[in-house]
């Protein structure tokens, strides 16, 4: 588990962490994002455990090597060509740490019996890199994030690692975004997602990226540029202004409400204080002790009530907690069987 002292610094960055230039895309379904990027490749690969193979790509689109982990299913090993399996991309916060699922949150994704007949991919992020191609002052360049999930990731898997056509993706946080926002810029790509504490609607909330970012010292304006000259920048990324794209698919929100929960141990500490995170015409309860999920329940709410309008097979669950581990783990388990299910 990740060291508690680091609690606070954590759930930031995998709240805010998260946040190209898009056009509208056709509704019809597609197997692909784009053509495959040029030069990706496998420089090496890794068995780790269980189940549990490690690869280590040349990504031109992120300027440098990242890593992809795979739970591999029943009879991989032994695959042969042709073999296809149905994908669950998970993804993590704005840490970025490829490990997390398997290492941070005590999943224990390699003993859940539904997971035996399903390749899942757990790729590697940059800080705060809001699973986006960032903008960059209109110059573009790395990182490309989403081009390397989704035209190096996805088509190299696909051509050597058995991965098949139908997708369900899911994550926490910026993860959780990050889930929604491919599903919906990409129709037809994903069967089903599900966001945990995801930072689902960040043109709601653009002070909160300023925020973050800059506590990070990062150029917050590279991302998406800025969220008045460069609106059609934001809403093109973002879950609420795309929900039309995602009302024939299952999605699952989830988030608490800020205060301490259930699941948060004694002597749980409040997250760090950000400036400029809180909204004065907004402001936190005053029992928040982890602002972060306050703001992700807020996001998550107006994008279920959003899909609700529209008709999607939208559920939810809304109760109290914080931005922490225990509660993504337990909102996996809880739809995992909406993920799964679509895939078969």
């Known amino acids: 588990m990740r060291p508690p002292a680091r609690r606070g610094l954590r759930a930031w960055i995998t709240l805010v962490l998260a946040l190209s230039l898009a056009l509208a895309l056709p509704e019809a379904r ?29 990504s031109p689109a992120l ?15 032994e695959r042969r060509p042709g073999d296809r399996w149905p994908v669950l991309y998970l993804l993590v916060g704005g840490d970025g740490d490829f490990r997390a699922w398997t290492e941070g949150y005590g999943t224990g994704l390699d003993r859940i019996p539904a ?23 209109g ?45 919906a810029r990409h129709p037809g790509l994903f069967d089903a997602v599900a966001s945990y504490s995801g930072f689902v609607h960040p043109s709601r909330h653009p002070h909160a990226v300023r925020a973050g970012m800059t506590y990070l010292g990062l150029d917050w304006r590279a991302l998406w540029g800025d969220p008045v000259a ?7 990324h973002d879950p609420y202004h795309l929900a039309h794209r995602l009302r024939n698919m299952p999605v699952h929100l ?36 982890s602002p972060t999920e306050t703001l992700m329940l807020r ?46």
């Open 30 to 58: 597609t197997d692909a994002a784009g053509p495959p990027s040029e030069g990706a490749r496998v420089v090496a690969e890794e068995r780790t455990g269980p189940r549990q193979t490690d690869l280590t790509l040349d």
């Open 63 to 77: 300027g440098r090597e990242a890593k992809v982990r795979l739970l591999t299913p029943e009879g991989w090993e």
């Open 115 to 137: 997971l035996r007949n399903v390749l899942v991919v757990m790729p590697e992020m940059p800080l705060f890199g809001f699973y986006s191609d960032w903008h960059n002052g």
């Open 139 to 183: 110059r573009g360049g790395p990182p490309a994030v989403e081009t390397f999930h989704l035209e190096e990731v996805r088509p190299l898997l696909e051509r050597r690692y058995g991965a098949g056509t139908r997708r369900a993706a899911a994550g926490e946080s910026q993860g959780g975004f990050g889930a929604l926002s491919y599903a």
């Open 230 to 236: 460069q609106r059609e920048v934001w809403r093109a």
């Open 254 to 289: 989830s988030s608490g409400d800020g205060t301490k929960g259930p699941l948060d141990p004694p002597g749980t500490e409040p997250d760090p204080e950000i400036p400029g995170l809180e909204d004065p015409e907004e402001p936190f309860p005053e029992d928040a002790i």
């Open 299 to 344: 996001e998550s709410r107006a994008v279920a009530a959003r899909l609700r309008s529209l008709g999607a097979p939208v559920t939810t669950h809304f109760t109290t907690g914080t931005h922490s581990p225990p509660y993504w783990r337990r909102e996996f388990r809880r739809s995992l069987p909406l993920l799964v299910g679509a895939l078969r």
